[in-house]
């Protein structure tokens, strides 16, 4: 039985139930429709206690509150009171429609009245319901306290003593995990039908495996990938985890319809889009309706085009304190983990602010002493104010940078992966708005001041742009302008760049090397730098990966003395309708694949090493996604690293000894079998022989009942005439000529 | 390997066929005229006229004295090989999808199609090679029904002692040629996927079928035991057992009514070499522009010829290379 969401949550929710089969539910049920006149009652707890002169006032300022939600009337409030004549600070309330009342449960409850008293709204029939008397036990019973089961170990598969990496294979529909090795077939680990229906995602570190399906997201883990964690959001379409794995984001293009007896959504998800959850506890902390990005100016004659969803729509900090969201054009909204408060209550109100970007590491600013996380973002012209890029201090909300740029047509932040620097791509349009061109303006974040540098000599516009993980090496790609409608993709231009050596720190940064005339689009980094794959994917025609080494270790090019890199291009690998590219998390494989979710043809993955050998080709029907399961960050430290690194010809013996020592036991199995099966082959055939003798004798046929009569006319048969040659007279006309005679 | 290219068909083949000898090639295709050529050098000896629809399958005796044809205009035909004259037409009630002549020659099988209420069915004709070729038995000496599924193709074991028919299901029955009773059946290949071709190792113990699950099987005749599997990446169209060496050839490409919805290389018009014993993939011919409908071997293994949904025949004749090659475990097992 496939490990589906439905059957696992059935059997988790109404696990109790089945256990002892019990009525009064039904029976409730029952009685909620002979009721169903009193749906449009709410009853109000909360009141402040008056007495019966001063009722009539109290009841006037409460409807006042209550008319804000639907529609209702002095007399249809009743509020008794007791013997005393005081009221009791409870108030009955009669709306027009079941629809206001809900409306009022759900919008008025918990809202303050006064200083002192807080509204607290219920449906009457709910009251009914669940506070009946004996729905209620008279005494505690204390909880069951379920016995402690051992988990699985979330990190077993670090323990691999091989050191392999995991990916996950969802082909069909069927998802996979497997180990990869090298360039035999990989060893399979879990294989399940219809595992997800969506797709999968590994969480950041590689702890969970989520699952989407249209019940909600289910996290998979420990060695045997059990059920995990369950977050039931109804139709979910995109997920994102935060960096730490601590929470989950979850949207659905549908708002969220929160029907009763939901254990875990309760009103507060009610047309909701997006749900913020806490992994641990499994719990909503926070939802929210998405804002939809501004779609670009409809082209003329065009439909107005979709509106885009913006996503992630929540972005963390490093350390996954905060998360901030934009809302498009107006603020952003900046949250503080563990409970998702707004940072001091407001959201930072920036005219025209179009993007966002946390830095992916937490920074040191020179000078800086407190604890801080750096947001940039940027706005652009309006009216006569330039366009801004911004970098502000959290939680602070101080404008720690901020930088005016003019003729802006489009503006990309891009964060170096420990925070060093920030590249911000500036699209620049000429004064007529017909010539376009690219400015990099590069933030050195842990300078003083932070100094701006600007790589101005790109003519083209910038398509991609990639900075080398934990380096401060990038690459860039470029194209000039693509003919309208044209069927061929315009060329493009790779271009490398790296910093000038200059002691210890980085200098200028200068280009190394620009590579014209390629189609190339995706630019993807080894997870350890130095390497990299420039490659052409999603196209029709071309689909060509390089690999490249940027501390190649040759002699250097002349020009290039000065530069902290060595370019070398080490292969070109070609994988027909290649879509995806990925690099596994210790930078010694890459996986081009080829997704049914582009295009049909030639589906499967191919592995290659990190200099462009290619391992093995798996084509495969219906591939639909690969994945490498992450790693969390080494525990070593950088002097244990370096260790490592400078004994790195030790340790290499003793794997290539392993490695020699695997391929003789492979060979020597391959011949073993190959053995094995010839001589099976030969038995099965000499048997066979031998039973159709028999079998002849038997039936008394001749020796040679299979053989035709020959044809009358035939050539006597009987002696071996051998070899027949065939010999063929052919005629050719070399030359014809005609000549008159006489 | 420089093949031979044998273009006198307008319209896709559906069945070569090399004599005993091998020294003449018989085509069909579906434009109603059957084609013998000189398997030499492609040279084409003649045709044979008279079918009234696209001609499905073609069967030489083993004395290379009559012809056999089945066809889409629901008869099935004989030939004098050497003059060309049409000796016997038998008339079904739907067209014949395959024919077989038993190991001696003394019957021929017939399968007809299911259609318009009729079941399909495996007829069993006598043939008699008297000095007037048109003297033959009117009725059919046997009727086999397939009430399951209808059979696609059929053959004789050895000393014609079953006859093997696969079905539209992918599964594969051995029938008694005597009472007509199936004896065994076996789903063999994926369900619901058609087996489209069967045929014999020249000593009729074991053989091969092509089926669209992209997978062909090597059977045993006697117990129909899957002896071997040979998976391939596309629909199989048909398959065949080399003499001489110890390989099979299949044959395929994506279903002829995708082609045009796919770059060339997506279709996969190559015929496939692997090895009969290692079930591992030795090497690919290309050449056609169009699945391939049909392959048989010349019966010394000196040759192949392959026909294809593109209309052509293409003869290749095997280099020394091909006789060379060997597995180790090969060259050990004969060096004893």
Redesign the interface.
């Known amino acids: 039985m496939a490990p589906s969401f439905d059957t696992l949550s059935e059997q988790d929710l109404h696990e109790e139930e089945e256990e002892e089969v019990d009525f009064s539910d039904l029976k409730s049920q029952y009685e909620v429709k002979l009721e169903e006149g009193l749906d449009t009652f709410v009853v109000i707890d909360g009141l402040p206690i008056v007495p019966g002169e001063s009722r009539q006032k109290l009841i006037k300022f409460l409807l006042r509150k209550l008319n804000s939600v639907g529609h209702t009337s002095e007399d249809a409030v009743f509020m008794p009171l007791t013997d005393k004549n005081m009221s009791e600070g409870f108030a009955f309330v009669e709306y027009e429609t079941p629809e206001q009342a809900v409306a009022a449960v759900k919008q008025l409850n918990g809202v303050p009245l006064d200083k002192k008293h807080t509204l607290s709204v219920n449906k009457l029939m709910d009251i009914e319901r669940y506070g009946r008397e004996g729905r209620v036990e008279e005494d505690y019973k204390a909880p069951q306290v379920e016995p402690f089961k051992e988990k699985e170990h979330l990190r077993s598969w670090l323990g691999d003593a091989n050191a392999r990496d995991e990916f996950a294979l969802y082909r069909g529909d069927k998802v996979g995990v497997f180990w990869n090795n090298k360039s035999n077939p990989p060893e399979n680990v879990v294989d399940r039908a219809h595992w997800t229906q969506l797709f999968v995602q590994w969480s950041p570190k590689g702890t969970f495996l989520a699952s989407v399906h249209p019940q909600g997201v289910q996290l998979w883990g420990g060695s045997s990938f059990s059920k995990q964690k369950q977050f039931p959001h109804p139709f979910v379409q995109l997920i994102e985890f935060s960096p730490l794995e601590g929470y989950l984001t979850t949207w659905s293009a549908r708002p969220i319809q929160v029907e009763e007896g939901q254990p875990i959504l309760t009103y507060e998800e009610d047309g909701k889009n997006i749900i913020v959850w806490d992994i641990e506890s499994g719990k909503p902390l926070r939802s929210f309706v998405s804002h939809d990005l501004a779609a670009g100016p409809p082209a003329e004659g065009d439909v107005q085009p979709k509106k885009k969803v913006q996503w992630p729509a929540f972005k963390w900090s490093a350390d996954e304190k905060y998360v901030a969201r934009m809302l498009q054009g107006q603020s952003i909204s900046i949250y503080e983990l563990p409970n998702m408060n707004l940072l001091g209550r407001t959201s930072v109100k920036i005219e025209g602010v179009s993007d966002i970007e946390w830095s992916p590491a937490t920074v040191s600013r020179e000078g800086i002493k407190q604890y801080e996380q750096l947001l940039c973002f940027w706005s652009p012209e309006i009216g006569s104010n330039p366009a801004r890029v911004a970098m502000m201090s959290v939680p602070s909300k101080e404008i720690v940078r901020t930088r005016n740029l003019f003729n802006v047509s489009d503006v990309k932040l891009h964060w170096q992966s420990q925070g060093a620097y920030i590249c911000v791509k500036v699209d620049r349009h000429s004064k007529s708005k017909k010539s376009m061109a690219t400015n990099l303006e590069i933030f050195r974040v842990r300078d003083k001041g932070v100094p701006v540098e600007v790589v101005d000599s790109l003519k083209d516009t910038v398509i991609n742009f990639s900075w080398e993980p934990n380096g401060s090496r990038f690459v860039v790609i470029t194209t000039g302008e693509a003919a309208a409608g044209a069927a061929v993709l315009p060329k493009t231009a790779v271009s490398f760049f790296a910093p000038e050596k200059k002691g210890s720190t980085a200098g200028n940064f200068k280009l190394v090397r620009t590579i014209e005339k390629k189609t190339s689009n995706g630019i993807y980094w080894s997870p350890k730098g130095r390497f990299v794959v420039v490659a052409t994917v999603h196209s029709q025609s071309s689909f060509d990966m390089d690999f490249w080494d940027m501390d190649f270790e040759g002699e250097k090019a002349e020009g290039e003395k000065d530069l902290a890199a060595n370019l070398q291009l080490l292969k070109t690998v070609e994988h027909?309708g290649v879509t995806d590219i990925d690099w596994d998390p210790t930078g010694r494989y890459v996986v081009s694949s080829a997704s049914v979710w582009t295009h049909s043809?030639?589906n499967g993955w191919n592995m290659h090493t990190f200099f462009g050998n290619t391992l093995s080709e798996n084509?495969t029907d219906k591939f639909k996604q690969f994945s490498w399961r992450p790693r969390p960050a080494t525990l070593l430290s950088k002097e244990e690293q370096k260790q490592v690194r400078k004994n790195l010809r030790e340790y290499s013996k003793e794997f290539d000894e392993e490695d020699r020592y695997a391929v003789d036991i492979a060979n020597t199995a391959v011949?073993e079998t190959?053995?094995r099966?010839?001589n099976e082959?030969?038995a099965?055939?000499r048997r066979?022989?031998e039973?159709?003798a028999e079998?002849?004798d038997a039936?008394g046929?001749p020796e040679d009942?299979?053989?035709?009569?020959?044809?009358?006319d035939?050539p006597p048969a009987g002696e071996d005439q051998g070899e027949t040659v065939?010999e063929?007279m052919v005629e050719e006309i070399i030359e014809e000529t005609e000549e008159v005679i006489g | 390997m420089r093949p031979i290219l044998l273009s006198g068909h307008e319209r896709s083949l559906n069945q070569i066929k090399f004599n005993?000898d091998g020294?003449l090639l018989f085509s069909v295709a579906k434009d109603k005229i059957v084609c013998a050529w000189w398997s030499?050098?492609g040279e084409r000896l003649g045709t044979y006229n008279g079918h009234q629809g696209a001609i499905w399958t073609v069967d030489v005796?083993?004395?290379?004295?009559i012809l056999a044809t089945g066809s889409a205009d629901n008869t099935v035909r004989l030939w004098n090989i050497k003059t060309g004259e049409c000796v016997k037409v038998w008339d079904f009630p739907t067209a014949v999808k395959r024919v077989a002549f038993s190991?001696?020659?003394?019957k021929l099988l017939a399968v007809t199609e299911k259609r318009m209420g009729f079941l399909g069915t495996i007829a069993v004709l006598d043939i008699a090679?008297g000095?007037n070729l048109n003297e033959q038995a009117d009725e059919p000496s046997l009727r086999i029904t397939c009430t399951e599924s209808k059979a696609t193709v059929a053959g004789w074991s050895?000393?014609?002692?079953y006859i093997i028919a696969g079905h539209e299901d992918g599964s594969v029955s051995q029938y008694d040629p005597k009472s007509g009773e199936q004896v065994e059946n076996i789903q063999a290949h994926e369900f619901d996927h058609q087996i489209n071709d069967l045929q014999f190792s020249p000593?009729?113990?074991?053989f091969i079928t092509a089926s669209k699950d992209k997978s062909a099987k090597l059977m045993?005749a006697?117990n129909l035991a899957i002896?071997k599997t040979y998976t391939s990446?596309t629909p199989l169209n048909t398959a065949t057992i080399t003499s001489k060496k110890d390989y099979v050839i299949l044959g395929g490409g994506q279903a002829a009514m995708d082609v045009t919805t796919?770059?060339a290389?997506?279709g996969k018009f190559e015929a496939r070499f692997y090895h009969k014993?290692?079930e591992d993939e030795i090497g690919r011919v290309r050449g056609h522009f169009g699945p391939l409908n049909t392959i048989d071997i010349h019966p010394a293994g000196t040759a192949y010829a392959s026909g294809g949904e593109d209309g052509y025949v293409r003869v290749h004749h095997f280099d020394k290379g091909y006789f060379d090659f060997m597995?180790?475990?090969?060259r050990?097992?004969l060096r004893k």
Do not use: C
């Open positions: 027909y043809m030639e084509p011949v190959r053995k099966v010839l082959w030969l099965w055939i066979e022989k039973l159709m079998e002849k039936f046929l009942a299979d053989t035709a009569k020959a044809a009358h035939a065939v063929e | 005993r020294d030499a050098n005796s083993p004395n290379t004295v190991p001696d020659g003394s090679y000095d050895f000393l014609a002692k000593d009729r113990t074991h045993s006697r002896l990446d796919t770059s290389r997506q014993v290692f597995y180790e475990v090969e050990e097992q």
